[in-house]
């Protein structure tokens, strides 16, 4: 069964991604990689607005500093100012062609966890070439896991002590225990096996319950994971490909899902006037404060 689904804004994404919601500004922000932009919704107006970004930015995460982010744009990250549509590059990332920044998150503390994506057929010499990183506060960068071909998944639990993460194309959710102190990631383990389900794991959140929900991208749907490693709940969307799903709001309980129309690999199947669209449910729970982004050079 399909739940009563409203539709954000009428702004339709090629590739959206990465929603994020602001306390601060009382705004939801998501990223459009193909449309090349960043969207930004007042909550209680529901004015919307659209930033034209130099390249495609993949994740969005807000700082302490009003109007100014921190993007995952091509092969690194960058500070973009949003009310002069300035950025500078903060750290390059990767440097194989074809291989760009992914999904992305602050972990509690500021750090920068992201991945990025392999987009070369998977003939291509030395696919997957993607990785997973971690930028520390002061600009610097660590490699966390290499071999990657198209890094997902980043969530933190309530009291930030377990990571997660996915591989799209191996389509397991991976757990780690997590130090808050020097972001070591530690004694990684499968949480959840998405390979009898419809569709393959995409961008993740995690309720006040410490469950995961993950955008299951062709699969028309998100699902809850229990901590233990369970399916909790399946929603139907109608849209095939969901591509990530967070908490927003001012009480943060309604569930925001960003989708996919004629971007990525392979655009959603025709007969869909939702695809590209901003989902919102009520999903009778609660998420977390999004954490911001603190890194400087």
Known sequence: MIPDVEILCDHRAKLGESPVWSERDSALYWVDVDGQSIQR?????????????????????????????????GAGLIEYHSATGEWQELVALESTEGVRMNDGRPDPTGRMWIGSMDERSDEAPGFPAGHLFVVDR?????TFIDDVATSNGLAFAPDG???????????????FDYDLDTAAATNRRPLFDFGPLTGKPDGACVDQDGCYWAACVY?????????????????????????????????????????ISSGGRRPAAPGQPDAGAVLAINPGVRGLIEPVARISI
């Not at 529901?46 to 100014?68: E, F, I, K, L």
């Not at 002061?138 to 660590?142: R, V």
């Not at 399916?231 to 925001?256: Q, Y």
């Open 219 to 259: 699969g028309w749907s998100v699902v809850r994971i229990t901590p233990d490693g369970r399916l909790d709940r399946t929603i139907e969307l109608p849209v095939e490909k969901p591509s990530m799903p967070a908490f927003a709001g001012p009480d943060l309980d309604t569930l925001v899902v960003t989708s």
């Open 138 to 142: 002061d600009g610097s960068a660590l």
């Open 161 to 175: 002590q377990t990571m997660y993460w996915t591989d799209t194309h191996e389509q397991v959710i991976w757990a």
């Open 41 to 73: 919704l007042d909550w209680a107006s529901g004015q919307a607005d659209s930033w034209s970004m130099p390249g495609r930015p993949s994740c969005v995460a807000a700082t302490d500093r009003p109007g100014v982010f921190v993007v995952g744009l």
